[in-house]
């Protein structure tokens, strides 16, 4: 009887696994460094850029301070900071997918049109990204950032990912087209700023 | 077989016919013998299903079991395609990798030996044999992983699409005698695993792109750069053995 239950488990465990591998996108985008060089030219990613961002979720030093209850105060302080900070990083990173996502519809409308398919799943991909940062800012409001470090790694990555896909995107255009998709793009962020 | 059997089980049917013509079509079963030599009679399989279920539904039951029987041996052509495309025979680590798996599969008969049947004998080699199957896709992607093969997405999808079933035919197979209230789902419960595992290949077969080729040595270039390499020390020494003659 527990040989079966054991032989059902391990099934299901694998089942789950195999189901997990092919659904989960094995696509490496090869941006090259110029393209990635190319990308900055247009989209600025402060959220990326920021090295730091594992440790604001990093509960280790808070740990360290309310394991001493003289700090209380200074614990709760400390916690405080941390989420606010968590928050406006997690803004950030939400500002740079949708950044992203406009950048990647502009190319689209340049000429880097890879068909319908790949369309819907980029709004899909974003989409899912985007709630993804919304749930988490959600919960980091409610529960401070501490117990959320791997969804937030989790999130950068996603963020990353697709900046990776926008520069191999963006390395498959002509160069002599750059200057006009520059232009074209120094206008649309002027007009959506003003 | 209730109307939702025959419905999944006609829809893996006519899957499988769509699997069969793309593969034919962009001639991919010439790159994946074994793994044809596999799907090509789970075909022939469906389509006697479908002749015996219009005219003799009476005998379906006895010829199943036959079948079934006669064709999961065939699996492990799969298991070996999947090996000799993520290890080819010029691959410098399929040796070890072939040792691996002979470790584990030794060990796992060994385990299988010495186990006796916990029930009827039938369902018990069944899942002896998809423990088996599973067993050599997890040493071969483990492998993979540890020598940094990449996984093409035809072999990538067979894989993890064969995976899936085996390990739905062990646990289908160890639930049946656990819940016997799952008995009346029973050929739903497999038609459905079978659907799944050809829904995943039909996605990951649909072109035809292949694992990457293995870097190996080039024995020219490694001799000459020997070569080089003994030239250089030679001139190191004779210049040690200059500088202190002065």
Known sequence: ?194 | MGRLSYVVFYLGFTLQVVLLGRLVKIKIWKHYPFFFAYFAPTVIHSVSAVLILLLKPQWYQAWYWADYLTSTPLRFAVAWEIFRQVFPANSPARRVAGCMLVIVLCTLAICFYVRPPVDLPLPDVIRKMGLADAAWILVVLAMAKYYSRPLGRNIRGMAFGFLAYVSTQVGLYSARELFSALRPMWSLLTSLAFTYMIVVWLFSLWVYAPNEAPVIPDERVRSAALANWAQQVNAIGLAIRKATRL
């Open chain 1, 1 to 194: 009887m527990s040989y079966l239950l054991f032989l059902l488990l391990l099934a299901a465990g694998l089942f789950v696994y195999s189901t997990y591998a092919v659904l989960r996108s094995p696509r490496k985008y090869t941006a090259t460094p110029e393209a990635v060089e190319t990308l900055s030219r247009f989209v600025g990613l402060p959220s990326l850029d920021f090295r730091h961002a594992s440790a604001l979720f990093d509960p280790s030093d808070y740990k360290l301070i309310v394991s001493d209850p003289r700090l209380a105060q200074t614990a709760a302080q400390f916690r405080e900071d941390r989420r606010r900070l968590a928050l406006d990083w997690l803004k950030l990173l939400e500002k740079d997918i949708f950044l992203l996502w406009r950048f990647r519809r502009l190319l689209t409308v340049a000429g880097v049109f890879e068909g319908v398919q790949a369309e819907v799943a980029i709004a899909g991909r974003v989409i899912l990204i985007v709630i993804l940062i919304a749930g988490l800012r959600m919960s980091v409001a409610i529960a401070g950032p501490f117990a959320f470090s791997a969804t937030a790694s989790r999130a950068r990555e996603s963020v990353r990912s697709f900046s990776l896909y926008c520069a191999t995107a963006v390395g498959r255009m002509p160069i002599y087209q750059l200057n006009a998709l520059e232009r074209r793009w120094r206008e649309l962020e002027m007009g959506s700023a003003s």
